[in-house]
């Protein structure tokens, strides 16, 4: 009698084309990520713009309605807010804004300044209008004063 001493394995070449397929998949799948790393990347900077937009904007909210006198200076590039207790300032730069002592990067590409529904270059002001610069999807803001008559006044 003969033993059968065969034992059973797969061919090189079967072997070879299961590397090759392997090597596929795992090159698609790195190419995936990285498309998926791109994007969530967008996705990240796109939030952290709106949310210094959104912060600049709720600031802005309630100290134009905390203040009773705002003021634009032109040459100075600031808007003064100020009350008999307290002050602050809002300092305009290309690349970011700085309020007091925080400095919030948002690149504005028009700023428009409003005292009684006219637009002013310099002075007390009721009104603003900010356009964001394209890397912030240029966004527009327009926060306003509520009625106030105290500037009528004085």
């Known amino acids: 009698m003969k033993s ?29 990520l990285s498309l998926v790393q791109k994007h969530i990347t967008g996705i990240q900077s796109n939030f952290i713009h709106n949310t210094e937009i959104n912060k600049l904007e709720q600031s802005l909210w309630i100290d134009f309605n905390r203040y009773t006198k705002i003021e634009y200076d032109a040459l100075q590039d600031e808007i003064k807010f100020s009350n008999h207790i307290d002050s602050l300032h809002y300092q ?48 527009k803001l327009f926060v306003f004063k509520k009625n106030d008559a105290t500037p009528f006044i004085n």
């Open 4 to 32: 059968n001493n065969k034992i059973q394995a797969f061919t090189l070449s079967e072997m070879i084309v299961v590397l090759i397929l392997t090597s596929i998949v795992i090159g698609l799948a790195f190419s995936v």
């Open 92 to 139: 305009f730069h290309e690349t970011y804004i700085i309020k007091n002592r925080d400095t919030l990067n948002i690149q504005l590409q028009n700023k428009l300044f409003f005292f009684d529904g006219d637009i002013i270059e310099s002075g007390l002001i009721d009104a603003i209008k900010l356009q964001t610069s394209k890397l912030f999807q240029s966004q």
